[in-house]
C-alpha cells in the first residue's frame, strides 16, 4: 500500500520536465553534482542526506549559477522505499552540516551574467567552522552585474565561521535576497563589517531579512569605529529613480559584541520594524514597533525557543498575505515602501521542525524559533507597562 501511494505521488507531482535532482551522501558527490550543475541548462536541487561535509579547498563549495536556471541546496533528506532523498520529515538544520574546518569557505556562489533570472535557493541546514580570510567565509554571493534573479536562504544555522566581513554570509548583489528563519551564533569577524554582510546596487529589488536570531557574534577589533557592528551590515546604492530597498523586520539581535545592526547613510529605503534589538547605527527612513528586552530564550544553548514569559511572543509584523488591505496600506506608504513591502513572506515553516511552525498564536513571534506556549499574561502586562522601545534612527 505504502509503495502504491509513493507511486502515485511521483505521478501527480513530477520534477519539471527540465529539472535535474542530485541525491548525494557525500562531500565527492556534492561536489560532482555542483559540477554537473554548472552547465546542464537544466533546473537543478541538490538533496544532502544527513551527516558532515567538508568543505576543505579553499572557496569551499563552488557553484555558478546558469543563466536563467534555478539551483537548489538543501538538507535534511531520507531515503522512502528505496527511493533516494525523498523526504525531510522532521529533519532540522543541525542533521546537515557543511564544515570548513576553519580553514576553508562554506558555500561560494557566482551569479554575475547580466540580466539573468537564475535563482539560488539554499535551506535546512548548518554551515560552522567556515574561515577563508577577506570577505569569504559562510556563504558568499558575487551577483553584481545586472543579475536579476532572487536568492533564498531559509533555515540555516550559522555558527562559528571566521571572516573579515559577512563571516556567515557575504552578498554582493542578487537583486531580490531574502534571508529568513535562520540562526547566527558564535560567528566572529576581524573587522566590523558585520557577520552578515549586504551590498545591493541600483536596480536591485532589495533585501528581505525576516524572523532570524543573531545572538552572541563577536569581533577581534579593539578600537571600533562608530559604524562597526558585529550584526547585520546593510549598504544600498542607488542611481536616479532606481533606488533598492531593505526591509529587517522580526529578528531577535542579543548579546553582539558590537552595534546590532549597520544601516549605511549612502542610499535606498529602510524600513525596521517589530525587532529586538540592542543598538542600531545609521540612517532608517521607516521605523516601528521594535523593541530593546532581555528576550527570555530557553536555557538550553542551541534551541533558541522563547519561553512562556518572553517579550518576543506574537510581536512579530504579520506577513502581507496575513494582513487585512487597510494594513498593507499602512505597510506600503507613498512615500517609501510601494509594492516592495507587500512581496515578502516568514515560510510556512520556522527554524525547528514540527509544531507549532511558523505562526503559534495571534501574530508571529520575533525571532526564527516559534515558542509553543501562547499565555496571554506575561504579554499582557508587558503592553499596560509600555516597556522600553528600542532607540531608532542615527546613534
Known sequence: MATRLVIFLLLILPLHASAALFCVGTTTEFRNALQTALNNGEDDQIR????????????????????????????????????????????????????????????????????STASLVISNLSIVQAAAGSTIAGVRIAGQGGFAGEVLIDRVRFAGNNGSDGAAIWADGGNKVTIRNSVFQFNRTSGGGGTIRILLRAGDQGLYFINNTVIANGSDLTS?????????????????????????????????????MFFSFSGGIKHVYNNNYQQLVGLVQNSADNLSLPPRLSPLLLDYTPEADSPLIDRGLPAPFMTPLIDRERLAPALGG??????????????????????????????????????????????????????????
Open 48 to 115: 544532502l542526506r544527513p551527516g558532515t561535509y567538508f568543505s576543505n579547498e579553499g572557496l569551499g563549495f563552488i557553484a555558478d549559477l546558469e543563466v536563467d536556471r534555478s539551483l537548489s541546496i538543501s538538507g535534511g533528506w531520507s531515503d522512502f522505499n528505496e527511493i533516494g532523498c525523498f523526504t525531510q520529515f522532521l529533519s532540522n538544520p543541525f542533521d546537515t552540516v557543511i564544515d570548513g574546518e576553519d580553514q576553508s569557505s562554506g558555500i561560494s556562489v557566482s551569479a554575475s551574467d547580466s540580466g
Open 224 to 260: 571600533p569605529s562608530g559604524s562597526a557592528t558585529s550584526g547585520l551590515n546593510i549598504d544600498l546604492m542607488q542611481s536616479g529613480d532606481d533606488i533598492p530597498q531593505a526591509l529587517v523586520a522580526n529578528n531577535l539581535f542579543w548579546n553582539n559584541d558590537l552595534a546590532d
Open 338 to 395: 510601494g509594492v516592495f513591502l507587500l512581496d515578502w513572506s516568514y515560510g510556512s515553516q520556522d527554524f525547528l521542525p514540527g509544531a507549532p511552525g511558523r505562526v503559534n498564536g495571534e501574530r508571529v513571534d520575533i525571532g526564527a524559533v516559534e515558542s509553543p506556549f501562547v499565555d496571554r499574561l506575561f504579554k499582557d502586562q508587558f503592553r499596560d507597562s509600555g516597556s522600553a522601545t528600542a532607540s531608532e534612527g542615527v546613534e
